[in-house]
């Protein structure tokens, strides 16, 4: 029997690994390089290497997922492979249909530059087109509920109604697969819960969705499940009141 394509999970990664290398003296100058190069001598030590080792991971179609973990477990740096920010070193990472994350919220946006002017911007930031912004332009301005200022200069903005336009752009879209790091806490109380229920809709209508948050409390009414995370691998992957009563037990 044909395999349906609702059969294959959206995400698949299969013995993904990255490594990143920080080195422990940066050098901005010739002087200082060479310098530097003379002092280590033999006891200069290797470049420290951040890795995601071994990674497997299934997210199905219409999955809304949670990644939890301490600062530096690797969240992030998952996201971006998936979205295809980042190439694995090693391992094969399968997505299906249209993957869209939002990782820098108001990531390009210019103080100079009208509102409108900010929202074409960002828009082709995140990877929408032309048409789609044509499409949408009218509910992510009324989403920001910010109408009457979108001719001003953004440098004349607050920095909630910044944040409120920013995450009204990101919001419209309606990929197969969205992504999300840490764009939950802006505004003000009803603007968040308004994203909420926007990210509950997109989750009923069948989309998939991955999201880091440390809003912890927020993620059993947006996520069915949640992976944990440490040192770039899977700890626990369960549900959501699963994995946060033992991460909360770990981290206490």
Known sequence: MTESIRDHPAIRLV???????????????????????????????PPEPFEIRDLNLEVARGESVALVGSNGSGKSTL??????????SRGRIETSGQVRAVIE??????????????VSLYS??????RSE??????????????????ETPLKYYSSGMKARLAFAVAICLNPDVLMLDEVLAVGDLEFRERCRERLRNYSREGGTMIMVSHELDRLPELCSRAIWLENGQVVMSDTVETVLEAFRSHSS
């Open 133 to 150: 912004l044509a499409d949408n332009y009218d509910s992510i301005v009324e989403f920001a509920d910010i109408r009457g200022v979108m």
């Open 79 to 88: 996201l971006r492979l998936i979205s295809g920010i980042y190439k694995p």
């Open 105 to 118: 919220l108001g990531a390009g946006f210019h103080p100079e530059l009208s509102g409108e002017e900010n």
């Open 124 to 129: 082709a930031v995140l990877g929408m087109t």
């Open 15 to 45: 013995g993904v690994s990255k490594s990143f290398y920080y080195y422990r003296r940066p050098h901005t100058t010739l002087r200082s390089g060479v310098i530097g190069k003379l002092s280590a001598g033999k006891s200069s030590r």
